[in-house]
């Protein structure tokens, strides 16, 4: 076998700061989360030691407010920073990714009290957040969602069940959407329900074909009781608050992919320079060569696209078009980047002793999550044709 250690990504970053944060990221991703992360995931194993390091060292919070414990930086850079978690283990990747999205309505719309009292415990107090939206029978058609909240007194009763929550059952805190009002986007509202709240249960995780190791459940809201005080935003406005979450949601995910592709790709190339057939290494072969050029490729454009969003979003210009295309491309790249990999390992490649095939699995799930990948065709056709098309 060829040693040689992949190249780190060359990566523009606007500050010292910035690059001492990916100095910081690196080093913890090749010493705690990469080493045990084929084991773990095998045996379904939820790596919760590495998201409190994370959180001890300001990882957990990084595009968010200082003033409320974030870390203040552009999105620029928190999503590299989740591309080379993603690069390292998915399920923490992607779980940072969860987390910050769930953390996202209450940062946004929370008053300066709620902001106050929650989020420097969510950003980084070591509080693992997940984001409930989807439920049995409301995926795609998220803004039919069931699950009810009635107010009662100062209270809000939350009944119903939410389905496919990623940290489901070991999140400490869930921002869940439900129903207040009448049928459609405009009868639903955002709460911050805390995980050990009396009648919460998750169901057992589901049995995935990848991401075994990041717990993925039903959760039943059995009447439970909320005060007002955890509403975030107005009564019906959760499902603005919802969306606009899953806007920048979305580029996490796009970062991710283009982690595991690259992940993908530094494997395929160093078991390419050191396999030998018909007495020369493999790379040699021209058949693979332009394999590996248009794996490369992909994701150098991957990455230029989900960056030319985020930095129209730190700019504080709309992205919304540009994150719906950012996921599409990225997580389609990483599809065919990861069945690219397996290929160039052969049999290998389709064996557990590598991990090319882990990564195969784990890229498919990016092409559903956050919306598919033919919803976000029907977001970026809708922003082409403009918003009264359907
Ligand atoms: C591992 C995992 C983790 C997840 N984590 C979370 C989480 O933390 N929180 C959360 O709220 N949800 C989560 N989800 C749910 C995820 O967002 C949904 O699975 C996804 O939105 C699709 O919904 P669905 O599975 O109900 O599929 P459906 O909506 O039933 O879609 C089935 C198929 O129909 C297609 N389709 C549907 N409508 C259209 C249309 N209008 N045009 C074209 N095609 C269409 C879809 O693209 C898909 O191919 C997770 C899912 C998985 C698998």
Redesign the pocket.
Known sequence: MNDRAPQPVDRQLPTEESRDLLALVREIAQREIRPPAAEQEEAGHFPRDVFSLLSESGLLGLPYDGEFGGGDQPYEVYLQVLEELAAARLTVGLGVS?HS?ACHGLAGYGTKEQKAAHLPAMLGGGLLG?????EPS?????ASLGTKAVRDGDDWVITGT???????GIADFYTVLARTGGEGPKGITAFLVPGDAEGLSAAAP?K?MG?KG?P?AQLHFDGVRVPDARRIGEEGQGFTIALAALDAGRLGIAACAIGVAQAALDESLAYALGRKQFNRPIADFQGLRFMLADMATKIEAGRSLYLAAARLRDAGKPFSRQAAMAKLFCTDAAMAVTTDAVQILGGYGYTADFPAERLMREAK?LQ????????Q??VIARHLAGPESR
């Open positions: 969860v999205l997940a984001y409930c939206l989807s409301s995926g795609s058609d998220a939410k389905a496919w929550i990623t940290h489901g589901e995935k991401m990041s993925t799930v559903i999550v956050e919306g598919t990948n033919q919803i065709r029907v």
